[in-house]
């Protein structure tokens, strides 16, 4: 049964600094991994999508890379902000049992101004 | 565009009784799902929709049916209701199974 872990449970950093979220899984047949962020008390919102084929992705301030190999994807955010403060989740869709995503547990993070 | 909509916000139910979750998207996307988030457990998958007409069963089903009215909606129903299945609930779509999924806002249920 594929497994996703995210640590730190919770971060918290001073504004400008870049976060570093780190999430591992323990299959590597995936289809995808998708970073999601989520506001208190809000549904998500999709950050960044990586297929299995790719080492990386950016938008903006954020990037994500993908090692398959060691079951691992790190979120980077730049020049962190307060308005960063927010639950990250990565996702990974899986091969077997009908491409399902399994969700990590999430990194709360809060930016302090 | 509103995305994927969720009727009710907020819901207080007893045990016993029944209620339907309501979900549509504006996005003409193929699939679509129901989730519900726990503390310590995180989002786990209820219901799925791999496109309009079909329906399989997730991680957690028991105690749920769906219905896939149409394309746009996406219903999941409660027959009868315990506190087992106090939690936020969430519907999401996507073009398909392998893309990117968008959620709506929530569902939060208590049920006492």
């Known amino acids: 049964k594929q497994e996703v872990t995210q640590i730190p449970a919770a971060l918290s950093v001073p504004e400008g600094e870049n976060l570093v979220l780190n999430c591992s899984f323990t299959?590597?047949?995936?289809?995808?991994l998708q970073w999601f962020r989520q506001d208190p008390g809000k549904g998500l919102t999709s950050l960044l999508l990586i297929q299995s084929s790719q080492r990386e992705q950016t938008s903006g301030r954020l990037n994500a890379s993908l090692d398959k190999s060691s079951g691992r994807s790190t979120l980077y955010i730049a020049a962190s902000q307060p308005g960063d403060s927010a639950t990250y989740l990565c996702a990974v869709l899986i091969k077997a049992a009908g491409n399902k995503l399994t969700f990590g547990g999430g990194t709360r993070v809060l930016v302090k101004p | 565009n509103a995305g994927v909509t969720q009727t009710p916000k907020f819901q207080v139910l007893k045990t016993g009784q029944s209620m339907t979750l309501q979900c549509a998207q504006d996005?003409?996307?193929?699939?679509m799902y129901w989730y519900r988030q726990d503390p310590g457990m995180g989002l786990r998958l209820i219901y799925y929709s791999a496109s309009e007409g079909t329906t399989d069963k997730g991680e957690v089903p028991n105690g749920y049916n769906v219905s896939r009215l149409n394309k746009r909606e996406f219903s999941l129903r409660l027959e009868s209701a315990a506190p087992s299945q106090t939690s936020v609930y969430f519907c999401?779509?996507?073009?398909?199974?392998?893309?990117?999924?968008?959620f709506g806002p929530g569902t939060r249920l208590l049920v006492l």
């Open positions: 299959d590597s047949a995936i289809y995808n």
């Open positions: 999401a779509s996507s073009q398909d199974r392998q893309e990117t999924q968008y």
């Open positions: 996005m003409n996307h193929n699939s």
